[in-house]
């Protein structure tokens, strides 16, 4: 049987991944993760969440970008891998995520406990 751990790995393994643009940070949001995601990244208190949630920003997003890109949840690392959330650049990597990788991490999102990162 698979944990929650063991998924992410597989999933996070199987992400191509690409060179953003340096400082460009327009696909750093608010996101939602799963609470396996969410127990490896800092704790942030309530006000810098609601700081960074009016400015629609994300919690992690530093003035030199993401502080916690080796721990970033799936969704972040989706972005700019797949046609459907593409890199509003045009970056991308040279070959895009397996359609049948995209469709697991779907499922893992739409299937587990997500909080707002």
């Known amino acids: 049987m698979y944990t929650n751990r063991?998924?992410?790995?597989?999933?996070?393994?199987n992400i191509p991944a690409f060179e953003c643009v340096p400082?460009?940070?327009?696909?750093c949001g608010p996101v939602t993760t799963?609470?396996?995601e969410m127990s490896?990244?800092?704790?942030?208190t309530e006000a810098e969440h609601q700081e960074k949630l009016e400015e629609l920003s994300c919690v992690h997003l530093g003035p030199d970008?993401?502080?916690?890109y080796a721990e970033r949840p799936l969704i972040c690392r989706l972005f700019g891998t797949t046609p459907n959330m593409p890199c509003p650049n045009g970056k991308?990597?040279?070959e895009m995520i397996d359609p049948d990788?995209?469709?697991?991490?779907h499922h893992y999102i739409a299937n587990t406990r997500q909080l707002l990162v």
């Open 101 to 105: 990788i995209e469709a697991q991490i």
């Open 6 to 13: 063991d998924i992410i790995a597989r999933l996070r393994d």
């Open 92 to 94: 991308r990597p040279n």
């Open 23 to 27: 400082g460009c940070h327009d696909c």
């Open 34 to 36: 799963s609470s396996e």
């Open 40 to 44: 490896r990244l800092p704790v942030k």
């Open 65 to 68: 970008g993401c502080t916690v």
